[in-house]
């Protein structure tokens, strides 16, 4: 069992930073791709972002490429997501979320929530005007 805590949530205004940690326990997180996903109230949860076990390989959905960054500490056992240029679109409740085996294989195995074993209970980001 991998339990998953995410933290670093908050009430921001559009263009600035905020970082994100997902901490587990239970397991080491280096034996997981760990990755980001987010729901906005009303909204499907959506895909953010996606680190290999090692951390050298990463995903990002096409609307924080450029923007976010995910990163890993496999000694803290923490994966972190440093938000960049935050729009008001961004706006969710966001989730870190371990996953096993090929998770990573292709777009569709890393964007489908269902193949993540492990969630974590989310840290709201609220982007303000």
């Known amino acids: 069992q991998v339990q998953l805590v995410e933290s670093g949530g908050g009430l921001v205004q559009a263009g600035d930073s905020l970082r994100l940690s997902c901490t587990a326990s239970?397991?080491?997180?280096?034996?997981?791709?760990v990755a980001w996903f987010r729901q906005a109230a009303g909204k499907e949860r959506e895909f953010v972002a996606v680190?290999?076990?090692?951390?050298?390989?990463?995903y990002y959905a096409n609307s924080v490429k450029g923007r976010f960054t995910i990163s890993r500490d496999n000694a803290k056992n923490t994966v972190y997501l440093q938000m960049t240029s935050l729009k008001l679109e961004d706006t969710a409740r966001y989730y870190c979320?371990?996953?096993?085996?090929?998770?990573?294989?292709?777009?569709?195995?890393?964007?489908?929530?269902?193949?993540?074993?492990?969630w974590g209970q989310g840290t709201q980001v609220t982007v303000s005007s």
């Open positions: 239970g397991r080491t997180l280096s034996n997981f791709a």
């Open positions: 680190t290999s076990y090692s951390g050298s390989t990463t």
């Open positions: 979320a371990a996953g096993t085996g090929g998770v990573m294989t292709s777009i569709r195995t890393r964007q489908t929530g269902s193949n993540y074993s492990y």
